[in-house]
T-cell receptor, first 113, second 111 residues
Framework: GQQLNQSPQSMFIQEGEDVSMNCTSSSIFNTWLWYKQDPGEGPVLLIALYKAGELTSNGRLTAQFGITRKDSFLNISASIPSDVGIYFCAGHPFGAGSYQLTFGKGTKLSVIP | DVKVTQSSRYLVKRTGEKVFLECVQDMDHENMFWYRQDPGLGLRLIYFSYDVKMKEKGDIPEGYSVSREKKERFSLILESASTNQTSMYLC??????????FGSGTRLTVV
């Protein structure tokens, strides 16, 4: 099936630092979504992007839908301990069934107080 | 608050047992999904359903079956549990073209 390459796989950062992670694909996506999974819980939707070039913020989080429609990034500013978790990118591939998402393998974020 | 509810947070079952994982959503969503999550492997799709009584195999359906008799309920069945099915199981639901809402997960251990 479709593949999403998410990087980095893991990161250790100091509290207060900014964080950046991204997702790339060899094919075009119609929608990009970013989820966060707290330890022991299910993923929760953070940001949804629907148009190429779209830049959307949710508090300290900012995400962009790449202009080529093949990539997206998520930035977290001024990280805090509760940012710890796994961040997943996901998207609806162009031409695929609109009900099925493709997921990246996740970026595991650790924040050192 | 809209929800996807998984019946158990933790389960311990013996090898060879038949295991039922239940998922209920209250959002009148058409689509429901079962994933398993293992370290380093991300989310892998087991089965999904886009309508009552309809089901489609995902990427790793072997050893699993599903049932969707009502729109709000999607059950995952392990016919004969094995130790390699020890994992975190996540249920999700969605409407066409929208993101998924996930449940809190069931951590299954098969001994």
């Amino acid at each position: 099936g479709q593949q999403l390459n998410q990087s980095p796989q893991s990161m250790f950062i100091q509290e207060g630092e900014d964080v950046s992670m991204n997702c790339t694909s060899s094919s075009i996506f119609n929608t990009w979504l970013w989820y966060k999974q707290d330890p022991g819980e299910g993923p929760v939707l953070l940001i949804a992007l629907y148009k190429a070039g779209e830049l959307t913020s949710n508090g300290r989080l900012t995400a962009q839908f790449g202009i080529t429609r093949k990539d997206s990034f998520l930035n977290i500013s001024a990280s805090i301990p509760s940012d710890v978790g796994i961040y997943f990118c996901a998207g609806h591939p162009f031409g695929a069934g609109s009900y099925q998402l493709t997921f990246g393998k996740g970026t595991k974020l650790s924040v050192i107080p | 608050d809209v929800k996807v509810t998984q019946s158990s947070r933790y389960l311990v079952k013996r090898t060879g047992e038949k295991v039922f994982l239940e998922c209920v959503q209250d959002m009148d969503h058409e689509n429901m999904f079962w994933y398993r999550q293992d370290p380093g492997l991300g989310l892998r799709l087991i089965y999904f359903s886009y309508d009552v009584k309809m089901k489609e195999k995902g990427d790793i359906p072997e050893g699993y079956s599903v049932s969707r008799e009502k729109k709000e309920r999607f059950s995952l069945i392990l016919e004969s549990a094995s130790t390699n099915q020890t994992s975190m199981y996540l249920c999700a639901s969605s409407n066409r073209g929208n993101g998924y809402t996930f449940g809190s997960g069931t951590r299954l251990t098969v001994v």
